[in-house]
Nanobody, 128 residues
C-alpha cells in the first residue's frame, strides 16, 4: 500500500506562486510514477502532470506546461508541484497520486488515464 498526504494549498492572488507537497509512505517508489491531478468545483478531475520517480522525467498537460514544475526529493520521500503564474482558472482541489510504471507501460503520458493510489487533496484558490 502507498499512503499519500498533500499539503501546501491555500489562497493566492492572480499571478502568484504556490508549492504543493505530497508526502509518500508505505513502500519504495523506484518503480512508480507520481501524478498530480486537480478538480475544480462542478468539474471532473483533470490530469496536471506526472514524474517518474527513478528517472525524474516529467510530463505535463498543455495548460500548465511552462508554469508548473513537478519534482521529487528521494531523501524526504516527497513529491512537489511548484505552481507559478497562477490564474483563477487554476482554482481546484489538487490531488497527488501514484501508479506502478509497469501498469502504465512505462509511458508517463498514460498517467492521465488514472492512477491507483490517491491522497485526499489540498485546496488551491486563486483570487482575481
Amino acid at each position: 500500500q502507498v499512503q499519500l498526504v498533500e499539503s501546501g494549498g491555500g489562497l493566492v492572488q492572480d499571478g502568484g506562486s504556490l508549492r504543493l507537497s505530497c508526502a509518500v509512505s508505505g513502500r519504495t517508489l523506484s518503480n512508480y510514477a507520481m501524478g498530480w491531478f486537480r478538480q475544480a468545483p462542478g468539474m471532473e478531475r483533470d490530469f496536471v502532470g506526472a514524474i517518474s520517480w527513478s528517472a525524474s522525467t516529467t510530463f505535463y498537460t498543455a495548460s500548465v506546461k511552462g508554469r508548473f514544475t513537478i519534482s521529487r526529493d528521494s531523501a524526504k520521500n516527497t513529491v512537489y508541484l511548484q505552481m507559478n503564474g497562477l490564474k483563477p482558472e487554476d482554482t481546484a482541489v489538487y490531488y497527488c497520486a501514484a501508479e506502478s510504471l509497469f501498469r502504465i507501460g512505462y509511458d508517463l503520458s498514460r498517467s492521465k488515464y488514472g492512477m491507483t493510489y490517491w491522497g485526499k487533496g489540498t485546496l488551491v484558490t486563486v483570487s482575481s
